[in-house]
């Protein structure tokens, strides 16, 4: 046993690590490896099945059973399902008709994003309180940079333990995975899912990857894994014994990267939570102001406009904050906590309850500012839920817009005086 597996909660884990240690020649061996760069210890955390595990706490009868989360409509898709639905061959994304069709009994529920905004804050405090460097890759998501700690103490004990205490905590089931970097913690977290986790130490990266598929690499789709398999490139083993040559050939960048990965190696860095940058913008008034009409304006202006830099990151945000500077120079600001998101509805609606809960009324505005932060990569899915489905098009629709006539066309189009035409056609 090359590297440590370990079978589901329930089942007695500790024998089976300890038996995959002694077994395991590598382990604490560690002065003999001669290494290049510092050794990196990476977890990867993943809660398993987050929406429907969700929804199930909320309504315990529904565990266990198959169940499909996403819109009901015609137009539905399936946002997240359950384990007993993906046996019946269902999985996320799939039209909730075909879905149903391939399991009629199964039960649909609704999105519930603030509750899974809620439990993902209560997953990231839980981590935040313990791991010394992490990144929340996505609403459900984490890698923890724990190199050098090893040296302390056991860092897979240690994860064990992280993991305990989630699941203890909130009730949610969450899958992990230990290695050197964060693409093999990925690709080894999926494979200890469902809830489960497994360690690939050191010097292992290859044999643990050699006989998983290629489409097992993070950004290798449907269309790059039947590109591959043209070339009779299955596993990923295949695809490390290609030289890089041919793969630049084929490739281009792509396939240089692609040979790098499967050969285990990959650099991506941890980003702290807490230093993932903010979205933000201010305005200083050309004169201090009291006119609500045009403070408003201006506040869903510049919530307009870092609403699309969130949306152009790929990233939703689950904290919105609005300052405002009086004539005298006080500076007062206030933030609140939202359910993820990039929509600009949801987030004016926000801005403007903050901005009536500071402004002091009548007392002139020098500067006004929007800032979101916790900042979180765009796993929530909202686009695969029915509601919002159609939402989703508009937004695109309208970023393009503004990708293809410079960034505000449509917010500054959108105030423009409609006097204008009236006058020609007066005119006419
Ligand atoms: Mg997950």
């Known amino acids: 046993m090359n590297y440590i597996r370990t079978p589901s909660a329930g089942a007695p884990v500790r024998g089976v690590f300890i038996l995959a240690m002694h077994m395991n020649p590598l382990y604490g061996r560690r002065t003999f490896v001669i290494m290049s760069q510092p050794q990196r210890t990476i977890a990867h955390f993943d809660l398993d099945a987050f929406f429907v595990s969700v929804e199930c706490i909320l309504d315990p009868s529904l565990k266990g059973k198959p169940l499909l989360v996403g819109g009901h409509s015609d137009r539905g898709?399936?946002?997240?399902?359950?384990?007993?639905?993906?046996?019946?061959?269902i999985h996320s994304a799939m039209p909730m008709k075909t879905a149903l069709r391939l399991c009629p009994h199964a039960t649909v529920v609704g999105s519930t994003r603030g509750a899974y905004s809620k439990y993902s804050r209560w997953v990231t405090e839980i981590i935040a309180?313990?791991?010394?460097l992490f990144e929340k890759a996505s609403i459900d998501e984490f890698y923890l940079d724990l190199t050098g700690m090893d040296r302390f103490f056991n860092a897979y004990q240690w994860t064990i333990d992280l993991r305990e205490e989630i699941m203890k905590a909130t009730g949610l089931p969450i899958s992990f995975a230990l290695a050197s970097n964060k693409m093999i913690?990925?690709?080894?977290?999926?494979?200890?899912?469902?809830?489960?986790?497994?360690?690939?130490?050191?010097?292992?990266?290859?044999?643990?990857?050699?006989?998983l598929k290629v489409n097992k690499i993070p950004g290798v789709g449907d269309q790059m894994y039947r590109s591959l398999g043209e070339l009779g490139i299955i596993t990923i083993r295949d695809l490390s014994l290609r030289s890089v040559e041919e793969l630049e050939k084929r490739f281009g960048k792509y396939g240089v990267d692609l040979w790098h990965k499967s050969r285990g190696i990959h650099t991506g860095e941890v980003v702290p939570y807490h230093e993932a940058k903010s979205i933000?913008?201010?305005?200083?008034?050309?004169?201090?102001?009291?006119?609500l009409e045009f403070l408003m304006a201006e506040l869903v202006r510049m919530t307009e406009r870092v609403a699309y830099e969130l949306r152009q990151d790929n990233k939703t945000t689950g904290c919105v904050a609005v300052k405002i500077r009086y004539g005298d120079f006080e500076t007062t600001s206030r933030q609140?906590?939202?359910?993820?998101?990039?929509?600009?509805?949801?987030?004016?609606?926000?801005?403007?309850?903050?901005?009536?809960?500071?402004?002091?009324?009548?007392?002139?505005?020098?500067?006004?500012?929007?800032?979101?932060?916790?900042?979180?990569g765009e796993a929530i899915q909202t686009n695969l839920f029915q509601d919002t489905q159609k939402k989703n098009e508009l937004y695109k629709a309208i970023d393009d817009v503004k990708n293809k006539f410079?960034?505000?066309?449509?917010v500054k189009a959108g105030g423009l005086e409609p006097g204008k035409e009236g006058e020609q056609e007066a005119g006419a």
């Open 185 to 211: 913690a990925k690709i080894a977290t999926d494979e200890a899912k469902p809830n489960g986790y497994l360690h690939v130490p050191a010097g292992m990266e290859q044999e643990f990857l050699a006989p």
């Open 336 to 376: 609140t906590s939202i359910p993820y998101t990039f929509y600009d509805d949801e987030l004016i609606t926000k801005a403007k309850e903050l901005f009536h809960q500071l402004w002091r009324k009548g007392e002139p505005i020098r500067l006004m500012g929007v800032r979101l932060s916790e900042l979180t």
């Open 406 to 410: 410079g960034k505000y066309s449509i």
């Open 77 to 89: 898709v399936v946002a997240a399902c359950s384990y007993e639905a993906r046996k019946f061959g």
């Open 129 to 132: 309180a313990k791991a010394p």
């Open 280 to 291: 933000s913008t201010e305005n200083t008034f050309q004169e201090n102001t009291t006119d």
